[in-house]
């Protein structure tokens, strides 16, 4: 591995002021670079297979969850197709027994409206009698026959 001292000894010659020397270009530079970049590109490989990894056990992670949660809604849906009918008979009884509890109650205004108008009719007969018999009495009278 390349140390920080080994990278500037490359450069040294180059880029020291003073009288000329050797040059200090390594012979083979792409062996050079290759060694100096062989601990990066080591551990590169190591994280792109860390993340490989991790990317397959979340896919496959994922496919599980999505498989429970497409099980877990199919037994919801066929728990709530059998409640349905029950839930539908039981809905339609209290509509029913609403529906009663209201005509009972329609049934007795009717029946309190219908004694409160006989009470009236009652009360009225005999003066409707009264006033018709006095019209037929005035009409009698006025041709001049009595019965």
Do not use: K
């Amino acid at each position: 591995m390349a140390t920080t001292r080994n990278l500037l000894s490359r450069f040294r010659l180059m880029a020291v002021p003073g009288a000329a020397g050797i040059a200090g270009v390594p012979v083979d530079r792409e062996a050079a670079l290759r060694e100096e970049l062989a601990p990066v590109f080591a551990v590169l490989r190591e994280a792109d297979h860390d993340a490989s990894d991790t990317v397959a056990r979340a896919r496959a992670e994922g496919e599980a969850r999505r498989a429970r949660t497409n099980q877990d809604a199919r037994r919801i849906l066929d728990e709530a197709r059998e409640a349905a009918p029950a839930a539908r008979e039981a809905a339609a009884a209290a509509e029913t027994a609403s529906a009663e509890s209201d005509a009972a109650m329609l049934r007795e205004a009717a029946h309190e409206e219908a004694g409160r108008i006989r009470r009236d009719a009652t009360g009225r007969i005999p003066t409707v009698v009264d006033e018709l018999v006095r019209r037929v009495i005035s009409a009698g009278s006025s041709s001049g026959t009595l019965p």
